[in-house]
Structure formats: C-alpha cells, structure tokens
C-alpha cells in the first residue's frame, strides 16, 4: 500500500551527526504511523524511534534518547531521523516502518524500506 525509501546514511567519526530521510509514496502517508528500526550484522533487528501520524507523539529507545529526533513531514510525505553525538554502537542498517496502526515500540509494522547504512568510526 505504500512504498519507503531511506536516504542519508553514510560513514561517519564519533561525535558527528547525520540525518535520515524516509521518503513514501502515495496519498496517505498522512494516515501512517512511522518508525525507525536498525540491526547490525548477526544481531536482531532494534527498535529506534516512533511517531504518530501527526507527529505529537514520539518514542525513542533508551539508547538514543536525547541524542536522536524522529519527525516528519506530512506534506512532503518524508520523515526524519536527526541522528547527533553517534558513537560506533550506532552503526547498523537503518530501515524505516509504516503502519495504519500506532505501534510505538512494536516492530510488528506492515511496510519497511530497504535501508541505508550508517557507520560510526572511533
């Protein structure tokens, strides 16, 4: 029903910041709840950050508190992930979810996008 395409990741040093686009097609991003999800190489994938369909509101995993930001952009039908201060347990593939549901911190969503690949360096 909708397809996600993640954008922005690459190869960074600790400390640095990047920022995450997830775009989708159709008419109804509007009506989507949205996350972000990571797994690294022979680990499970993580829940990472969620919002609602209109952005109020948020979760965020421990780990990335007060470090990351999930947004989004109904009318661009984009949403964000403002990744600051990383460190290199933050390298993963991050793929982004929709769901017409809220899901908070389930990984139960019915669309992801492929991924795009961050790297933290020490």
């Known amino acids: 029903q909708v397809q996600l395409v993640e954008s922005g990741g690459g190869l960074v040093q600790a400390g640095d910041s990047l920022r995450l686009s997830c775009a989708a097609s159709?008419?109804?991003?509007?009506?989507?709840?949205m996350g972000w999800f990571r797994q690294a190489p022979g680990k499970e994938r993580e829940f990472v950050a969620s919002?609602?369909?209109?952005?109020?509101?948020?979760r965020y995993a421990d780990s990335v508190k007060g470090r990351f930001t999930i947004s989004r952009d109904n009318a661009k039908n984009t949403m964000y992930l403002q990744m600051n201060s990383l460190k290199p347990e933050d390298t993963a593939v991050y793929r982004c979810?929709?769901?017409?549901?809220?899901?908070?911190?389930?990984?139960?969503?019915?669309?992801w996008g492929q991924g795009t690949q961050v790297t933290v360096s020490s």
């Open positions: 919002i609602s369909t209109l952005g109020v509101s948020t």
């Open positions: 159709g008419r109804t991003f509007s009506m989507y709840s």
């Open positions: 979810a929709a769901d017409l549901a809220w899901r908070g911190e389930d990984d139960g969503y019915a669309y």
